[in-house]
C-alpha cells in the first residue's frame, strides 16, 4: 500500500510543479495518469485485503486507519488535481476527465471478464484433453493386458 501511495505521491508533486511552472495540463498528462493508476491500484488492494479470507481466518486486524488516511490524502490530492483542471485546462476538461474515466474502467473490466472467461475455455479444454488422453490410454492398456496377459 505505501509504495501505491508513494507512486501517487511522487506522480501529484511532478504534476503540482509542471503547473506551478507555467506547463500545461497536456505536458503532464503521463503523470495524471500514473497518479490515477496508483488511486485505483490502492483501492484495489484495499479492498482484496479486507476480501481475503486469510486475514479473517488468521485473525489478522487489517489496518483500517492507514488504509483511511491513505486514500483521505489521494481524495485531497484529486480535488487538487480537479481544481487545476477546471482552472488551467480547457473548459468542461474535468468533465470530460471524469467520463473518459469511467468508460476506460468499464472498458478494464470488460476486459478482464473477457481474460477470465477465455482463462477458463482454456481450463476445460486442457481437462477434456487430459481427459480423453487418460481415456485412452486406459483402454489402450486394457486391450493389451486382455490379449497380453
Same mark, same amino acid.
Given at each position: 500500500m505505501l509504495a501505491e501511495l508513494a507512486a501517487a505521491n511522487a506522480a @501529484? =508533486?511532478?504534476i503540482k510543479s509542471a503547473i506551478s511552472n507555467g $506547463? /500545461?495540463?497536456v505536458d503532464v498528462g503521463k503523470q495524471i495518469g500514473q @497518479?490515477? =493508476?496508483? /488511486? /485505483?491500484? !490502492? $483501492?484495489a488492494?484495499? #479492498?482484496a485485503k479486507k476480501k481475503s479470507p486469510f486475514n479473517k481466518f488468521m485473525g489478522k486486524d487489517t489496518n483500517d486507519f492507514e488504509e483511511f488516511l491513505a486514500l483521505d490524502k489521494i481524495e485531497q490530492q484529486k480535488a487538487q !488535481?480537479?481544481?487545476?483542471? +477546471? !482552472?488551467y485546462g480547457r473548459p468542461g476538461l474535468y468533465d470530460s476527465w471524469v467520463e473518459y *474515466? =469511467?468508460?476506460?474502467r468499464s472498458a478494464r473490466k470488460a476486459a478482464? +471478464? *473477457?481474460r477470465q472467461k477465455e482463462a477458463? #475455455?482454456?481450463q476445460e479444454i486442457i481437462f477434456w484433453v487430459a481427459f480423453v488422453a487418460i481415456a485412452w490410454g486406459g483402454i489402450g492398456y486394457g486391450i493389451y493386458w486382455w490379449y497380453f496377459q
Open positions: @501529484f =508533486g511532478i $506547463k /500545461e495540463l @497518479f490515477v =493508476g496508483a /488511486e /485505483e491500484d !490502492l $483501492k488492494k484495499a #479492498e !488535481l480537479m481544481s487545476h483542471m +477546471r !482552472l *474515466q =469511467g468508460k476506460a478482464l +471478464r *473477457q477458463e #475455455e482454456m
